[in-house]
């Protein structure tokens, strides 16, 4: 039996650039974190030559291709495991929330079926193979910053080259810097999920036909700055440059936002946050707000007043892991 445990994580800056349609031609960067929140797999012998995988729903098959699970299915044909096998997913959070749960399962099952098959997987070819399956296989219109994220783990700024190669650049900084981003930082459930490739697919079309370019072009910059006002352990910069970079991605595509949306951050805004965001492709999910803690109190009455629901958190340092292995 094998378990990994692969954390979620939270995009800051430079989000939608790290799809293809954008970073192919322009390269790209993003900001992002991940957190201790995490999607556990479990790959385990079977007793017979059929493969049962267990998640929100229950598939006994005999082949690899009879499966309905698109990732499993996947991910299997990848690693050429393909009879006598049981896998089982669970996670700390909700799908279609905004903090890259497909591609968090990705990374974790792809991790534990190479161990499965006594094969070493690095963060780098965890990342590479997970894209392939979803973007390449899948057809799935995703970016990359959730499968290195997942993979590598911790306080990233990353890299997109227009060659398809990928930098993960580690953020260095004071500890009392890491310690205040944490403290600062407040997530919020909308109980709002959504389907992500709906906003993606409209965001690929006006960057092919180069309308949301410039839009895009100005996040990877505030994302740049994000990175310098970390690697100068200036914290305090974050809140105003969620804030710019909200009030540019809402204006990408349309469902990003909605009334709902703009009424819950213009109140977390007059309760003391300084910026924020709706994570991931928009829409719904988690609204991450960053604020001083000494206001934290009055923002987080307002945000559960309004229905929201506040999930603690703290920053994880590491990728996707391997918890237990017993032969």
Not at 167 to 192: A, D, K, N
């Amino acid at each position: 039996m094998i378990i990994t445990r692969t954390p979620f994580r939270v995009s800051f800056a430079g989000g939608g650039s790290d799809l293809p349609s954008y970073y192919r031609e322009h390269g790209a960067t993003v900001v992002s974190t991940t957190i201790d929140k995490y999607m556990y797999v479990t790959v385990n012998r079977r007793f017979d030559d059929s493969i049962r995988v267990s998640y929100s729903d229950t598939e006994i098959v005999d082949r690899v291709d009879d499966l309905k699970h698109e990732i499993v299915r996947a991910a299997l044909r990848k690693t050429g495991i393909d009879r006598g096998v049981e896998i089982s997913t669970i996670a700390d959070i909700p799908a279609g929330t905004g903090l890259g749960s497909s591609s968090t399962l990705t990374v974790g099952l792809l991790h534990a079926l190479h161990a499965y098959a006594d094969r070493f997987s690095g963060a780098e070819r965890l990342a590479r193979e997970a894209c392939e399956i979803e973007i390449d296989t899948l057809c799935q219109p995703i970016g990359k910053q959730d499968q290195y994220a997942a993979a590598y783990g911790g306080l990233n700024y990353i890299h997109f080259n227009r060659d398809d190669s990928v930098l993960v650049e580690p953020i260095i900084c004071e500890q009392s810097t890491r310690r205040r981003l944490s403290e600062s930082l407040l997530l919020f459930y909308t109980h709002m999920q959504r389907r992500s490739s709906d906003i993606l697919n409209e965001q690929v079309t006006k960057t092919r036909k180069g309308t949301a370019n410039r839009e895009l072009g100005l996040l990877v910059r505030l994302a740049e700055e994000l990175h310098e006002a970390l690697c100068n352990n200036h914290p305090e910069a974050v809140g105003k440059l969620l804030h710019r970079s909200w009030m540019i991605k809402r204006q990408i595509a349309s469902g990003i936002t909605d009334p709902r949306i703009d009424e819950w951050y213009k109140s977390a805004l007059e309760a003391g946050a300084q910026g924020g965001k709706i994570l991931g492709a928009g829409g719904g999910g988690f609204l991450l707000l960053y604020c001083d803690p000494e206001e934290q109190g009055k923002l987080v009455r307002r945000m559960e007043a309004l229905g929201l629901r506040r999930i603690p958190f703290a920053l994880e340092g590491q990728g996707s892991r391997i918890i237990y292995v017993e032969e």
